[in-house]
Structures are given as C-alpha cells and as structure tokens.
C-alpha cells in the first residue's frame, strides 16, 4: 500500500509538471489567426504568405517580447466569404474566443471583412486586413477610432487608389493605342464585377473618362462568379470599344478572358483581374488570356526594391507560383507586427496601435506609411504614389507573365518611376489588324 501511494504520489507530480510545461510552453506563443477563403486562390494565398513569414522568423529563434523569445503559432480560419458572410463572422468569431488568437490577418470579400471587423474590434484584437480594398473599413478608424483603431490594412491599398492606378494603366495604354494604332479618339468599355468594393469605381468611371479624352461606351456589371460572359461581350464589340477596363477580383476573370479571346474581340483588357494574377490563369483560359493586362503586386523578374526578389524567388521555390497580393500575410508579420512586437516589448493591443500607425517601413511591394484623412485622423490606409505603394500593372505574353506599368511613369515634373524588369506592352495582332493604319511591313 505504501509503494502503491508512493506510485500515485510521484504520478502525480510528473502530471501536474507536464501540464505545468505545457502550459508554459503555450505561454511562449503568439497566437496569429489566418482567416480567408482557404480554398480558393485568395485564402491559399493568405495561408502560404503567413507559413512562409512564420516559418521564417521562428528560425531565427522568434520574437523577442521584452527580453522573452516567443514562437509564432498560426491558426488557420476557412471564412467561406465568398459564399457566406454568416460562415466569416463566425469563423472570426472562433479565432477569438475559442483559439483565443493575439492578432488576425486575411480577410478578402469585402462585405464578409466589414462583419468581421466589428468582432476583431469589439475584443480589441489588432486585425490586419490583406485583400479587402472597401475605404469604409478604414474610414471607420477615423471615424471612431476608439472603437476600430485595432484595424489597419495590409494590402492592398484602397479601392479609390486602386481605381486611380487603373486609371493611370488604362491612360498609358490609350497613349500607347495612339502611337502604335493612330487611334484618336479611344473608347473605353467598363466591365466590373457586382460587389461591393467595386461600387465607388462607377461614379469615378463615369466622372474621370472625360477628362481623360476618352469615350465611355458602356457600363457592364457580371455576376462575380458568372460563366458566360458572351452577351456582355458582344454588346462591348458592338460599342466600338479599344479598351475594355476591368474590375474582376473574383472567378469571373477567367471567362471573359477566354470568351474575349475565343470572340478575338479588337481590344485589350486593361485593369484589375485578379485572376490573371495567378500562373493557372494561362491553362485556365486555355491561352486565350494572351495580352491581358491587369494591376497587380508581384512578377517574376521585376523588383520594387530590394526586398522583392528574396521574397518572390523564396515564394515560388516553396509554392510553385508567384505570390498574388493576399500572400501579403507576409509582410504583414515580418514586417509589421514582429518589430511593432519587439519595439513595444509587449503584446498589448493599445500600445501596438500607437506604434504601428506611426511607423514607416519597407516592404518586399514598396514603402508602408499609414495614411490620415483630410482633418488629420488616422486612417490606418496605406499611401499611395511614387517612393511608397504603386503596385504594378502585368501583361500575359505568349504564356509568361511580365511586368509592364511603371515603365517610364511620370507622375510629376522631374519625377520618373520605372521597376527593374519592366517589358514593352504587346498588342493582340487581331486588333493590330483591325485597327491599324500603318502601311503593312512599316513601324
């Protein structure tokens, strides 16, 4: 009897330790939530960009939290945005109160971030959005800071920015229409996805087009996950259309990029087809996406600065493909939070807010200077422009995608921007054909 309370006694004893040691060892974590549509090309993105930073710095021993090295832990969250907003809060809504996360990242589908940016806010957990382009989610930082200034974007920049920098595309390949062509007077048709994000490029559509010298033809709205786009297409090829300005972030990209290539409609897509983003977009469209051209964040052989190439080549050694822009779950750890973590000491929300907002730093697509609104709020929206976030513009050509947009950008006087590995723009020979009026053989 003695030996067997001995026994118990000693059992004991190692259970309480190891549970003591296991609860330490979670203790020395942070806790990361992954959130985003994870079986689609945006969620895997968010998830890969995140292992890839995880990975990187548990490596180097982790994060250094006032004199304590703490490892990463991810937890990933399928949200189903696409799908459901219901199935997004609530997957947010677990990383929160069950797997008890110190930050999220991810989110893509506009109306889903929005619901669960409330959730995030309401616990006071710091969420980095990395694909949601909506300004309300910023402006709500401004509005009620006290309430949202847990939020910042990661990328991409806002949806007002991103129109503005299709805008400049669609400006350098009507100069380029002009050149090459002798077209005149460019007429432009308007192909945006119904959702919401996409909502506020209408009016500036509408608004800018004019300004630019060019002729809106038409306004057309697909679903975002339509398959047959013919009837949209044909009404564009009726219009006289030169250039058909895209606003796609979902699957519909892949479509009408077929159709308009099987059709050999005479114009060239021009603006944001997240789709064409991706190496699955060539065998997707079954070629027929040659010549798209779409905003982008990373190619193969272009380099922002001095960060980009590590981290493309390290992306497609470990994927398989260049990263799109919701891998950017990367920089949002490596270069956001970690040295927010390692400069405040802490993991303390509200003094990481007043840290983060005020920083500026390098990222592997740019420069992060976070923004304020008119009457100096925060905005915890990123700068737009030459010397912090421009983006780029990528051209499929003959089944490579290449870097195009900035190519000899001159956004001001005295001031030029072009990316190392920029290529010409290439145009489709049947528009070539039936536009040109150059004598055959000339240049």
Known sequence: MGCFKKSFFVS????????????TAFAQEIKIGVIGPMKFVQGIGHWNGATMAADEINAKGGVNVGG????????????????????ATNAMERLITKDKVDFVVGGFRTEAVLAMQDIAMDKRVIFIGCGAAHPELCERVAKYYDQYK?????????????????????GTVGAYLKQELGIENIKVA???????????????????????????????????VATDVTAELAA????????????????VGIPFARQAGELKVPAIQVGINVEAQKAEFWQA???????????????????QNELTKSFVEGYKKRFGEIPTYTADTYAAIVYGIVPAIEQAGTLNSD???SIMENRVYKVPSGTVRYTKDKIGRPLHDLTFGPGYLTGIATQWQDGKLV?????????????????KGMQPIKLPPWMIQAYSKKPAGKK
């Open 12 to 23: 004991a004893i190692i259970f309480i330790f190891s549970v003591f040691s296991l609860t």
């Open 68 to 87: 304590k090295m703490m490892k990463i832990r991810l937890i990933q969250a399928d949200s189903n945005e696409f799908l459901s907003v219901t199935d």
């Open 150 to 170: 847990y939020f910042f974007r990661g990328t991409p920049y806002s949806s007002s920015d991103l129109v503005k920098a299709a805008f400049i595309h669609v």
């Open 190 to 224: 308007f192909v945006a996805e119904k959702a919401q994000w996409a909502d506020p490029m209408v009016p500036a559509v509408q608004a800018t087009m004019p300004k630019m010298g060019m002729e809106l033809v038409g306004i057309w709205r697909p679903s975002p």
């Open 236 to 251: 564009i090829q009726r219009a006289g259309a030169h250039i058909i300005f895209t606003i796609f972030s979902s699957s």
């Open 285 to 303: 469209t079954r070629g027929m996406g040659n010549y798209v051209i779409t905003s982008n964040t990373y190619a193969e052989g272009v380099e």
């Open 351 to 353: 003094t990481l807010v």
């Open 403 to 419: 870097g195009v947009w900035p190519n000899g950008w001159k956004p001001a006087p005295g001031v030029e921007v072009t990316y």
